[in-house]
């Protein structure tokens, strides 16, 4: 077999590899300059997010939520459909659907 010497190498490798990792990649400076602007990237903080302000909190905001979304689907599927048919009396509905 190999002897002692590969087991104390093993032995080595077992223990430092994971203390040079943490020191190469656990610094804090090292941190801040990749993997902060790589998380603001993929993960946009709240001022940047469109509706941030406006998310519903409670039970009745989200049911007036789902209502104007539903409306707003209602009036863009009127409009296709007046728009393929080229018929008058559905931009009438669509007016007294809003």
Avoid: C
């Amino acid at each position: 077999m190999a002897g002692p010497n590969l087991e104390v190498f093993k032995f080595a490798v077992y223990v430092f590899f994971p203390v040079l990792v943490f020191l190469r990649y656990g610094d804090p400076e090292w941190y801040r300059s990749n993997v902060i602007p790589y998380k603001e990237r993929i993960f946009p903080s709240e001022e940047r997010t469109a509706r941030s302000n406006s998310i519903p909190t409670n039970h009745t905001a989200v049911r007036q939520e789902l209502e104007r979304i539903k409306a707003e689907k209602a009036t863009r599927r009127m409009q296709r459909e007046h728009e393929a048919s080229g018929n008058s009396t559905a931009s009438e509905e669509v007016k007294r659907m809003v």
